[in-house]
């Protein structure tokens, strides 16, 4: 059984989502994908073995055969690896422990190589910028906008690095025009939001494709993990970075991450719908100042309300009150006081992420259930809005005083 590979490619996401990295196990006798826990791969043959690892060291392709030593590799998350490749429309595929595992390797990989300038499009996911700001990796970072990138560019820039749609305000940047500004320089889209089933940004010229695989690859909040999908040239300087340094994504997770992606078209689909049907009704309601939903659609909804966020955050009953996103529940955080946190102030605000805004990731519930959680959390239409403590909002009988009042 030999796998085409040009008809795999050719073939639909919602085929490639049920069937990547799996073309092999009916030959196996296998249905599941197997879970290889094992840290270490015994061998009798050391000069073969040494071979092996000479040829990683100096190439950072995956060797043929078990992997030497967990680290180097490890067949399920290879599965997890090839499907999101295939899915991404790229040549390979690299995970990691966490997305922000996965940013750190590539911005290691473009340092080694002398060049530690970053140019960077905000908003991004609050950590990936305070990555970028802080440089605990020795980046220096230029912030501009999708407009300025060209100009921001230097002969020791190593990245230009956008969000589309952004955390935590779903802005949206034209990323064919982007990639033609970078030029030369490699641009990474992290498409954590978007996911491939809605964008597939190496289409439009992205050389690097990130994805925080927490959220929609994973899929129910179980599993944390990090991809980079890539040509095989940059893959295998992300495998030597990550051989040495060790964010490693667990076989467990691998596994995990493999079983979301089978059901990740449906799931995106879904939720999306129900997201656009929220997010239109939020934009028609009067105790709502400004709604955000993406162009390419999406599950995520971000959102101004004229009652105070923390009641809107504290009167939730559905809706789970959480950071993060991207699973089959509908959380709801206030990115000013949590995602973005870590962003300063000035930074935050001058990105679009004001002190009023909520972001909420629309998961599988009834569309009518989450509806009536979210009226009743928007509480009584105010002219001005009434800073009240957040205990009242618990109290249902002082919370209706207050709003006839
Ligand atoms: C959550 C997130 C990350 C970081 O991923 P982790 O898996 O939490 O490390 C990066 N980018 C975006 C857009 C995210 O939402």
């Known amino acids: 059984m030999d796998a085409d590979t040009t008809t795999?490619?050719?073939?639909?996401v919602d085929t490639l989502a049920v069937h990547a990295g799996r073309e092999d196990l009916a030959g196996l006798g296998l249905h599941a994908p197997p879970i290889d826990l094992s840290t270490t791969y015994p061998s009798y043959d050391s000069r073969g073995e040494a071979a092996r690892i000479d040829a990683f060291a100096?190439?950072?392709?995956?060797?043929?055969?078990?992997?030497v030593y967990g680290r180097l590799g490890n067949p399920t998350v290879a599965r997890f690896e090839t499907a999101l490749a295939q899915l991404e429309g790229t040549e390979s595929a690299v995970a990691f422990a966490s997305g922000m595992a996965a940013l750190s390797a590539v911005l290691l990989a473009q340092h080694a190589t002398g060049r530690r300038h970053v140019v960077a499009v905000r908003p991004l996911y609050g950590c990936s910028d305070h990555l970028l700001t802080a440089g605990l990796l020795g980046t220096e970072v230029t912030w501009a906008d999708p407009e300025g990138v060209a100009d921001a560019l230097r002969p020791d820039t190593a990245l230009v690095m956008v969000e589309s749609p952004a955390n935590p305000t779903l802005a949206e940047v034209d990323l064919a025009a982007l990639a033609e500004a970078c030029g030369t320089v490699p641009l990474l889209v992290d498409n954590t939001f978007a996911t491939p089933v809605l964008q597939r940004p190496v289409e439009s010229g992205a050389r690097l494709v990130l994805h925080s695989a927490t959220k929609y690859l994973g899929g129910h909040g179980d599993v944390l993990g990090g991809v980079v999908?890539?040509?095989?040239?940059?893959?295998?300087?992300?495998?030597?970075?990550r051989f040495a340094t060790g964010g490693v994504l667990h076989p467990l997770a691998g596994y995990l991450l493999l079983r979301g992606l089978a059901t990740l078209p449906v799931r995106v689909r879904a939720a999306s719908t129900t997201a656009a049907g929220l997010a239109a009704r939020l934009a028609e309601d009067p105790r709502v100042l400004r709604v955000h939903y993406p162009k390419v659609g999406g599950a995520m909804v971000a959102f101004e309300t004229l009652a105070d966020p923390h009641e809107v955050i504290a009167r939730v009953r559905l809706i789970t009150p959480a950071v993060s996103l991207g699973s089959v529940d509908t959380l709801i955080q206030h990115p000013a006081?949590?995602?973005?946190?870590?962003?300063?102030?000035?930074?935050?605000?001058?990105?679009?992420?004001?002190?009023?805004?909520?972001?909420?990731?629309?998961?599988?519930?009834?569309?009518?259930?989450?509806?009536?959680?979210?009226?009743?959390?928007?509480?009584?239409?105010?002219?001005?809005?009434?800073?009240?403590?957040?205990?009242?909002?618990?109290?249902?009988?002082?919370?209706?005083q207050l709003t006839d009042a």
């Open 229 to 241: 999908a890539c040509d095989e040239a940059f893959a295998r300087r992300l495998r030597q970075i």
């Open 8 to 12: 795999v490619d050719a073939r639909a």
């Open 58 to 67: 100096a190439t950072g392709e995956a060797p043929e055969g078990p992997p």
């Open 337 to 400: 006081s949590i995602s973005h946190r870590i962003v300063p102030e000035d930074d935050r605000t001058s990105s679009g992420v004001s002190d009023r805004l909520l972001r909420m990731s629309v998961g599988l519930e009834d569309a009518e259930d989450l509806w009536r959680d979210l009226d009743q959390a928007l509480g009584e239409s105010l002219a001005t809005p009434v800073p009240r403590p957040r205990v009242q909002a618990l109290d249902a009988d002082l919370e209706a």
